[in-house]
T-cell receptor, first 120, second 109 residues
Framework: GAVVSQHPSWVICKSGTSVKIECRSLDFQATTMFWYRQFPKQSLMLMATSNEGSKATYEQGVEKDKFLINHASLTLSTLTVTSAHPEDSSFYIC????????????????FGPGTRLLVL | GQNIDQPTEMTATEGAIVQINCTYQTSGFNGLFWYQQHAGEAPTFLSYNVLDGLEEKGRFSSFLSRSKGYSYLLLKELQMKDSASYLCASMDSNYQLIWGAGTKLIIKP
């Protein structure tokens, strides 16, 4: 249980284009998902918290108009990087908040496999 | 403020034991997590502690002392595949994970 998928796994795009990344919870419902960004050899940086049916909560310094988040269903959250630029090239990882998983902790996060974005 | 400290890098020998320490300071506390992250991949959940003491899971064990704001991850019988970054994270009062920068573990034959 608690499998999270992400699509696509790799994206190469031209500067100025928009890129949409999907995050799905495959065998459970996730009311809360998180979007992280990770630059090489650095730790995970939380970008935003995505709540189903409501607006995302963005971390300080993250432009909400540039990184559009939509959590329209209990199994899908999307991150759209609008007008991508080379400095947006990074590893984008989503995670889903899981509560009460049998045999596991009361509350934790399970991660998708990540999406590597390269903007040329 | 909220802060998670762990060593940047450690080196150990195949077959040996290594202990990765983590100290944390967060607004509220709902558990201490360890994740493993191989290069180029997303983190995978390893362990969770919310009560003081040692939790053992195969070759990996995790320890927590809430009064000291301290945890460690113990890896026994090290294998080459254990070469990875190990991320310590504390869950705060809002159930949000506060992440350390990770400890890169290098295993030598």
């Amino acid at each position: 249980g608690a499998v999270v998928s992400q699509h696509p796994s790799w994206v190469i795009c031209k500067s100025g284009t928009s890129v949409k990344i999907e995050c799905r919870s495959l065998d459970f419902q996730a009311t809360t998902m998180f979007w992280y960004r990770q630059f090489p050899k650095q730790s995970l940086m939380l970008m935003a918290t995505s709540n189903e049916g409501s607006k995302a909560t963005y971390e300080q310094g993250v432009e909400k108009d540039k990184f559009l988040i939509n959590h329209a269903s209990l199994t899908l959250s999307t991150l759209t990087v609008t007008s991508a630029h080379p400095e947006d090239s990074s590893f984008y990882i989503c995670s889903a908040r899981v509560s009460g998983l049998a045999g596991g902790p009361g509350e934790t996060q399970y991660f998708g496999p990540g999406t590597r974005l390269l903007v040329l | 403020g909220q802060n998670i400290d762990q060593p940047t890098e450690m080196t150990a020998t195949e077959g040996a034991i290594v202990q990765i320490n983590c100290t944390y300071q967060t607004s509220g506390f709902n558990g201490l997590f360890w994740y493993q992250q191989h290069a180029g991949e997303a983190p995978t959940f390893l362990s969770y502690n919310v009560l003081d003491g040692l939790e053992e899971k195969g070759r990996f064990s995790s320890f927590l002392s809430r009064s000291k704001g301290y945890s460690y991850l113990l890896l026994k019988e090290l294998q080459m595949k254990d070469s990875a970054s190990y991320l310590c994270a504390s869950m705060d009062s809002n159930y949000q994970l506060i992440w350390g920068a990770g400890t890169k573990l290098i295993i030598k034959p």
